[in-house]
């Protein structure tokens, strides 16, 4: 089993940043990757960025250049820094961490763009 407990989500506004880290815990040994997802209200769940455990990185197209996903393996935590934010990122945004048979969510984090 997996945990996972997002932090750092809030409102800013339009041209913010805003950085959002993902504290992992558990049978963290058997986590091959781990990523940002977002749900705005009506939407369908979309990838956001995903890095593997040897640190390649992956992200939506529309969000390169904006966003960066990062981690720290000490402190079993992945972060998102998402810079010059715009009213259309706002969502929840839900950390995921893959396994080799099992995909685990958390609870999710709200991050609010005003423009």
């Known amino acids: 089993q997996v945990q996972l407990v997002e932090s750092g989500g809030g409102l800013v506004q339009a041209g913010g940043s805003l950085r959002l880290s993902c504290a992992a815990s558990?049978?963290?040994?058997?986590?091959?990757?781990m990523g940002w997802y977002r749900q705005a209200p009506g939407e369908q769940r979309e990838l956001v960025a995903t890095i593997t455990r040897g640190g390649s990185t992956n992200y939506a197209d529309s969000l390169k250049g904006r966003f960066t996903i990062s981690s720290d393996t000490a402190k079993n935590t992945v972060y998102l820094q998402m810079n010059s934010l715009k009213p259309e990122d706002t969502a929840i945004y839900y950390c995921?961490?893959?396994?080799?048979?099992?995909?685990?969510w958390g609870q999710g984090t709200q991050v609010t763009v005003s423009s």
């Open positions: 995921n961490a893959k396994t080799w048979g099992e995909n685990y």
């Open positions: 558990g049978s963290i040994f058997a986590i091959n990757a």
